[in-house]
């Protein structure tokens, strides 16, 4: 693993060092409460060799790390927080921060509250994605990110893998995230993390 703070001033962990980075890029979110450095050490081992991993962290203090947004609830939660912890994003994958003219793929995964800041991302940016990942996770239910979502009969759906753990949870977030998904996204549900690399692959252009 390699950190780094960022010129935009976020700290991050690579997977490869700066002169083997390659221009397929995975970006890995946190979960709340948690760190870059633990979804580094768990998921950079499901990357495709020719891939290049960044974890990210989110810009909120918590007791053991850091969270994306300060409320977990999936209903309705600061419409301000979410823009700000998407453009962090955004901020840190400009060419300009890599020194690379493209990216020929750009792929997420995000882990508990880090999927519902995938998914975020990928409703503000669609085209900036050709795939996400989200494991134990949730979309979020608010009216504003609603405007900005792809009508069933527009563009291109990107591919989703939603990977759940042990028995599907009773809350209404589930029954909304999978309405999202299957509307909104080529939706693909997996129980194992397994299906990452597979997935990775496939959307790999």
Same mark, same amino acid.
């Given at each position: 693993?390699?950190?780094?703070?960022?010129?935009?001033?976020?700290?991050?962990?690579?997977?490869?060092?700066?002169?083997?980075?390659?221009?397929?890029?995975?970006?890995?979110?946190?979960?709340?409460?948690?760190?870059?450095?633990?979804?580094?050490?768990?998921?950079?081992?499901?990357?495709?060799?020719?891939?290049?991993?960044?974890?990210?962290?989110?810009?909120?203090?918590?007791?053991?790390?850091?969270?994306?947004?300060?409320?977990?609830?999936?209903?309705?939660?600061?419409? #301000? %927080?979410?823009?700000?912890?998407?453009? &962090? $994003?955004?901020?840190?994958?400009?060419?300009? =921060?890599?020194?690379?003219? /493209?990216?020929?793929?750009?792929?997420?995964?995000?882990?508990?509250?880090?999927?519902?800041?995938?998914?975020?991302?990928?409703?503000?940016?669609?085209?900036?994605?050709?795939?996400?990942?989200?494991?134990?996770?949730?979309?979020?239910?608010?009216?504003?990110?609603?405007?900005?979502?792809? #009508? %069933?009969?527009?563009?291109?759906?990107? &591919? $989703?893998?939603?990977?759940?753990?042990?028995? =599907?949870?009773?809350?209404? /977030?589930?029954?909304?995230?999978?309405?999202?998904?299957?509307?909104?996204?080529?939706?693909?549900?997996?129980?194992?993390?397994?299906?990452?690399?597979?997935?990775?692959?496939?959307?790999?252009?």
């Amino acid at each position: 693993m390699y950190p780094e703070t960022l010129a935009t001033g976020h700290r991050a962990i690579w997977s490869l060092p700066q002169h083997q980075r390659t221009t397929k890029l995975v970006l890995i979110f946190h979960d709340a409460g948690s760190t870059p450095e633990t979804v580094a050490e768990h998921y950079f081992c499901h990357l495709p060799t020719e891939t290049t991993g960044l974890a990210l962290q989110a810009g909120f203090n918590a007791a053991f790390g850091h969270n994306w947004f300060t409320s977990q609830d999936h209903q309705n939660p600061n419409f #301000p %927080e979410l823009l700000s912890a998407a453009h &962090r $994003v955004f901020d840190a994958v400009d060419d300009d =921060e890599y020194g690379t003219t /493209s990216y020929t793929s750009i792929q997420a995964i995000g882990i508990g509250q880090g999927a519902a800041l995938a998914t975020t991302l990928l409703r503000v940016r669609p085209e900036a994605f050709s795939g996400v990942i989200g494991l134990n996770g949730y979309v979020i239910d608010n009216p504003m990110l609603a405007a900005l979502d792809t #009508p %069933e009969h527009g563009a291109q759906l990107k &591919r $989703v893998l939603w990977i759940t753990f042990g028995e =599907e949870p009773d809350h209404p /977030s589930a029954e909304f995230a999978k309405h999202w998904l299957t509307t909104h996204t080529q939706f693909v549900e997996a129980k194992t993390t397994s299906a990452i690399t597979p997935f990775l692959i496939q959307n790999v252009s």
